[in-house]
């Protein structure tokens, strides 16, 4: 059973270009985390997604940011018009049921 | 909402010794505390939670303890080995029929002397 799986790894913009991050949830799992996490910082819960629809988006910046979980196809996590302050390591988490989360190996997204 | 504080933020043990790593929550309603491991340049690594029904709990050399009054639980990990080395980290959530993002603390980087 594969794990969470995210891509790309690594991903460079340069200021004003969008970036979209992709989050395959480990089989069976319904639900998916989106987290920020800042060199030396702890992760910041930014959005909490089920299959086609957007249960929690309190921790996603109103402007620029959007997330999406169709219902085929894994999850995508959008950055608009990208600004250096977006550089940072973004992780994914999957969960077959209530806060037992996995997480992925992250997308680091550079700024440039 | 839900802050939550760790220390010790870098925490250094000889091979062998003991490492305690604390946490405090600020919202009462918190009812679910996982821990992760997270290595250099990978995810975070689920390696034990508890929930609030319960006041402490063991697997194998780590075992997590939770105070709900004092709103702190601690990870204990004994008999540490090299392989420990990594940025731990505490997190709380509300699970109540749904299930929450979770709020994480600063981490803690423990290093593992030879």
């Known amino acids: 059973n594969a794990g969470v799986m995210q891509n790309p790894r690594h991903l460079v913009r340069r200021r004003g270009q969008e970036a979209r991050l992709r989050c395959s949830p480990m089989?069976?799992?319904?639900?998916v985390y989106w987290y920020r996490q800042l060199p030396e910082e702890g992760l910041k819960f930014m959005v909490y997604?089920?299959?086609?629809?957007?249960?929690?988006e309190s921790g996603m910046p109103k402007e620029r940011f959007s997330a999406e979980f169709p219902k085929e196809g894994p999850s995508i996590l959008r950055i608009q018009q990208v600004v250096r302050g977006d550089s940072a390591a973004y992780f994914c988490?999957?969960?077959?049921?209530?806060?037992?989360?996995?997480f992925g190996a992250g997308t680091r997204l550079s700024v440039l | 909402g839900e802050n939550v504080e760790q220390h010790p933020s870098t925490l250094s043990v000889q091979e062998g010794d003991s490492a305690v790593i604390k946490c405090t929550y600020s919202?009462?309603?918190?009812?679910?505390f996982p821990w992760y491991k997270q290595e250099l340049g990978k995810g975070p690594q689920l390696i034990i939670d508890i929930r609030s029904n319960v006041g402490e709990k063991k697997d194998q050399r780590i075992a997590v303890t939770l105070n709900k009054t004092a709103k702190h639980f601690s990870l204990h990990i004994t008999e540490t080995q090299p392989e420990d080395s990594a940025v731990y980290f505490c997190?709380?959530?509300?699970?109540?029929?749904?299930?929450?993002?979770?709020?994480f603390g600063k981490g803690t980087h423990l290093i593992i002397q030879p």
């Open positions: 988490a999957s969960s077959p049921y209530e806060n037992i989360q996995y």
């Open positions: 997190a709380a959530s509300i699970v109540s029929g749904g299930a929450d993002g979770l709020t």
């Open positions: 089989k069976g799992h319904s639900h």
């Open positions: 997604l089920q299959k086609e629809n957007i249960i929690d």
């Open positions: 919202d009462s309603a918190s009812n679910y």
